[in-house]
């Protein structure tokens, strides 16, 4: 049991378990270190085996975590939401574990705008902003109640 199972209510708890089961996010390794119940969202990747061909961390996998710890912040309200538009500033090469910080900035009727920071041992490498959009009603998401669908 993680601790934001105490303070989540179940329907986001099950999105946000949607989000982390999905098949790249496993593949990627990535792992949901906290969630507070302020809305500070903490994942972790270990970069080591995706090493790009200057030595540092692939921007690519940089991304992809900064993105999820965005998916997974952004989704902690009652709407559920998705990307409308994101963009990441590499700050220096990361190479073992790195941790995404996701923090809300703004917020209106139908969007919100989050941060996210990354680091590699505890130094700040790239910063990333994502811009979410409120479903607002609209149908529930296509990722499968079973994932991976059988």
């Not at 990627?28 to 809305?39: D, F, L």
């Not at 991304?63 to 990441?88: H, M, R, S, T, Y």
């Not at 220096?92 to 920071?117: D, I």
């Amino acid at each position: 049991m993680h601790e934001w199972e105490t303070f989540l209510p179940e329907e986001i708890r099950e999105r946000l378990d949607r989000i982390n089961n999905v098949q790249l996010v496993l593949s990627m390794g990535m792992r949901t270190e906290s969630i507070s119940p302020e809305g500070e969202v903490r994942v972790s990747m270990d970069a080591s085996d995706k090493i790009n061909a200057l030595g540092g961390a692939h921007g690519g996998a940089v991304f992809i975590l900064a993105d999820q710890a965005f998916a997974l912040a952004c989704n902690l309200g009652k709407e559920p939401q998705v990307a409308l538009c994101a963009n990441i500033n590499f700050i220096k090469a990361g190479k073992g574990r790195l941790e995404a910080v996701a923090r809300k900035l703004s917020e209106t009727r139908k969007t919100s705008v989050y941060e996210v920071k990354v680091f590699d041992a505890g130094e700040i490498i790239a910063i990333f902003q994502g811009t979410g959009y409120k479903l607002n009603g609209a149908p529930k998401a296509a990722i499968p109640e079973e994932y991976p669908p059988k």
